[in-house]
Every structure is written in structure tokens, then in C-alpha cells.
């Protein structure tokens, strides 16, 4: 990912140029003005640094590859041991009705929970540090209408969210929170920033102190969508909207067999 090298500066064109170590000879080439200087002298005013290397010096982060590679190592065995994925990257495909398809991430998983499998399907829009904007909101309310069951990630290494990104993303997670089945919302949402995303502790423990005795019984995906929901969206725990939608029905059913 680093190459450690020497940062100096042409005493000609005046341009600061970055030189690897094996690049560091008595004559340096200007890779600016193509002309020569000697290292005595220049070196002691250059700082020592590292530099990107390889896909790693691709501009713009990889071309926004960093947010979409750290997303999937999110769900990699080593992070989730009972979850096992099979992932496509950035893809792009047709819809029956000829509308296009398109996500940075799409992966099928499966894990087991007392001793049952379940198994779905993901996909992810994923940012470096830009901000998720209408066309991805539209882009995942598609997504979900399209693959009912299928969880929605919004992955960005920003640790937290705009106030326009938390309304649009929590109207997404509303409507995904209508009962499926087998305990499952329709679409489940799952928020994940740079506290989730970079630190090597995982969770419950990148959370502060509150947060990881509050989520500390966390068991497999659908209950991290359900605690990310709470923690950036503030919404209730998903069961407690059922329990209300439930209490709600039942008093309604009651009232029309006493009239």
C-alpha cells in the first residue's frame, strides 16, 4: 500500500517531486522539467515520506474502491465468524421491466443462529467521504421493491450522517420495517460509517462504552441492522413497532366484534 521515499524540491523548476529510494542517486531526474540536480544538498532540504503505491495511487480513493472493499471486509469470516458471503463488485444488470439495476455491492449470504440457517440477499451503496445523494436513495428504494427480503447498506467511512442523509435513509428504513417473515423486516437497513467500518475492534466494541452494553447481545446481521437503525437513525428497536402495529390491529379487530 506505502513506498517510503524522499519529497524534495527542483531547484530549477521550483516543483516538489516524490523519489523512491532506489530513485535516490547522486543526479536526481526531474520527473517535472526533465532536467538533472544533484542530491547533495537537496536531499537535506527534502522531507522523507510514504506514497501510495499500486491500485492504492488510483485518485479519488481508489475511485471510490476504499469504501466499497472496507464494506465487504465487514462481512468477512474474520469479522462475522458464522456469516459466509458470495459477493459481486460494483455491477450493473436489467430488470424484467428493462429497467437497469446498479450497486457498488451485491452479495449473498448466509449464517447460522441456534443451530438455523438463514440466508438473503445484500446490496450496498457505498461513499468514501462524499454524501449519499437522491439518485442512491432512488436507486435502493428500487433495489428493495425489486428483492423484498434483501438488506440495504449505506456505507460511507464518514463517522457520522447529514440530517437530509438520516431523513432520506429512514424513510428507506421505515418502509423496510413491515414484518416479512420468520422475525425478519422486509427490508432491513443497515447503516455502517467509518466507527464500524475502520476500527479493528468490530463491534459491539468501536461503539463508546454506552452503546456496547446496550447492543452487547448482538447475534448475527439482521440484529446489527436493527442496532444501527437505533444508533444512527434513532428509531425504536423494530419490534417495538410491530408490538404497535400489532396492539393497534388487535384493538381494531375488538372494536368491530363489539359493535
Not at 536526481?28 to 544533484?38: E, G, I, S
Not at 463517522?159 to 423496510?176: D, F, W
Not at 420495517?177 to 425478519?184: D, H, I, M, Q
Amino acid at each position: 500500500m506505502f513506498k517510503l521515499g524522499l519529497r524534495t524540491q527542483c531547484p530549477r523548476c521550483q516543483r516538489n517531486s516524490w523519489f523512491s529510494l532506489e530513485g535516490v542517486q547522486e543526479v536526481l531526474d526531474c520527473p517535472k522539467c526533465l532536467n538533472t540536480f544533484p542530491a547533495a544538498g537537496n536531499i537535506d532540504r527534502g522531507t522523507w515520506c510514504y506514497k501510495t503505491v499500486g491500485p492504492f495511487s488510483v485518485a479519488n480513493y481508489a475511485d471510490g474502491a476504499y469504501g466499497v472493499l472496507l464494506t465487504l471486509d465487514f462481512f468477512s469470516e474474520h469479522r462475522m465468524h458464522s456469516l459466509h458471503t458470495t459477493p459481486v463488485l460494483s455491477f450493473s444488470a436489467t430488470a424484467p421491466n428493462k429497467k437497469e439495476l446498479e450497486a457498488d455491492l451485491a452479495l449473498f449470504w448466509q449464517e447460522t443462529r441456534f443451530g438455523r440457517k438463514i440466508d438473503g440477499l445484500l446490496f450496498a451503496e457505498c461513499k468514501t467521504y462524499g454524501r449519499f445523494e437522491k439518485k442512491d436513495f432512488d436507486r435502493m428504494k428500487y433495489l428493495a421493491a425489486t428483492f423484498p427480503g434483501a438488506v440495504l447498506v449505506f456505507g460511507t467511512l464518514r463517522k457520522s450522517l447529514n440530517s437530509k442523509e438520516i431523513s432520506a435513509i429512514s424513510r428507506i428504513a421505515k418502509k423496510g420495517r413491515k414484518y416479512w417473515k420468520a422475525e425478519r423486516p422486509i427490508n432491513p437497513v443497515l447503516i455502517l460509517t467509518g466507527t464500524e467500518l475502520i476500527d479493528s475492534d468490530g463491534r459491539p466494541y468501536c461503539w463508546e462504552e454506552l452503546l456496547q452494553k446496550k447492543f452487547d447481545h448482538l447475534d448475527g446481521l439482521i440484529d446489527i441492522c436493527d442496532a444501527t437503525q437505533q444508533i444512527y437513525l434513532n428509531l425504536p428497536p423494530w419490534h417495538e413497532d410491530w408490538n404497535k402495529r400489532w396492539e393497534a390491529r388487535r384493538k381494531r379487530r375488538a372494536a368491530k366484534k363489539a359493535r
